[in-house]
């Protein structure tokens, strides 16, 4: 039976990768990377650098392809997930098939965690669900999240108080009810907040040599966040942020009111 290693690589900085990952991946037959398009090649470029930097196992063969890119003009966003992820199940089952064989172990590198915002076991359900069977392996990643918060030397959450993790488009929906970490952000949703009742860590690239960390009470920052923010989008051609919003309690001690 075939299986499949989903990977997580970290989230930007290649020595972010666990050893448990380098060892998953230089005993994978065959390493599928995903390209992106041209906006995001320095993403691509992280992969290629994670498998020139750790890949030792001479067995192992890289297998690039281009994603299908979702329709940002479709009437519903989970419509045009739905969509895309069909797409993309179709093209990986003629990728697994065609390029691995019947025994062979594949690895997909995700960014991150696995676990967090991304659609490759969704994706990967499908796959099976429509007749090619395969193992599913999954080993886990340093999330933006966690690179978030270390870079910030923050914790994710107070002292038995619940966090929230949720997109732009929600938080852009309703106001937060505690302490949120928002993804996938491309809104400014943090603009929606109340500015006097919140602290914002925020960090940008993280892991990379482009990082950019600004944090402190939203109202101060809000503003200054907004034009580092749109020079550094013009200046790379894209972004990836990531931010917790954190109640102020005006106490010293987390969780205490
Ligand atoms: C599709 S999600 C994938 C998340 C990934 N699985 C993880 O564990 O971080 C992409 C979002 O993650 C966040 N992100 C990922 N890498 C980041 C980085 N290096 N710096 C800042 N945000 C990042 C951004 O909010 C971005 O929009």
Redesign the pocket.
């Known amino acids: 039976m075939r299986k499949i290693r989903v990977v997580g690589i970290g ?2 900085n290649p020595e972010h990768i666990t050893v448990q990952a380098i060892n998953a991946l230089n005993s994978a037959d065959v390493l599928f990377l995903p390209r992106k398009g041209e906006d995001k090649a320095e993403l691509a470029d992280l992969r290629r650098e994670i498998i020139a930097r750790y890949l030792t196992d001479p067995r192992s063969r890289t297998v690039e392809f281009d994603l299908p890119v979702r329709d940002a003009g479709h009437p519903s966003y989970t419509g045009g997930v739905g969509d895309w992820y069909r797409e993309t199940a179709a093209l990986y089952a003629e990728l697994f098939a065609g390029r691995l064989g019947e025994a062979g172990v594949g690895a997909l590198l ?4 696995p676990s ?3 659609g490759t076991l969704r994706i990967l359900e499908l796959v099976r669900a429509a007749g090619l069977a395969f193992d599913i392996e999954v080993i886990p ?1 340093i ?3 966690h ?1 978030l918060t270390a870079a910030h030397a923050t914790t994710l959450n107070r002292v038995a108080e619940p966090v929230t993790v949720t997109t732009g488009r929600r938080l852009s929906e309703r106001p937060p009810e505690g302490d949120v970490v928002v ?3 491309g809104r400014l949703a943090f603009r929606s907040v109340d500015g006097e009742a919140y602290d914002i860590f925020w ?6 040599g482009d990082e950019i960390l600004i944090s402190g009470r939203l109202a101060d920052v809000a503003a200054r966040i907004e034009t580092v923010r749109a020079e550094a989008r013009a200046r790379h051609g894209w972004i ?3 931010y917790l919003l954190r109640r102020r309690t005006g106490s010293a001690v987390d969780g205490e009111t």
């Open positions: 989230a930007g995700v960014w991150g965690d967090l915002y991304d990643g999330s933006s999240l690179a993804m996938v952000d960090g940008a690239y993280l892991g990379t990836m942020d990531i």
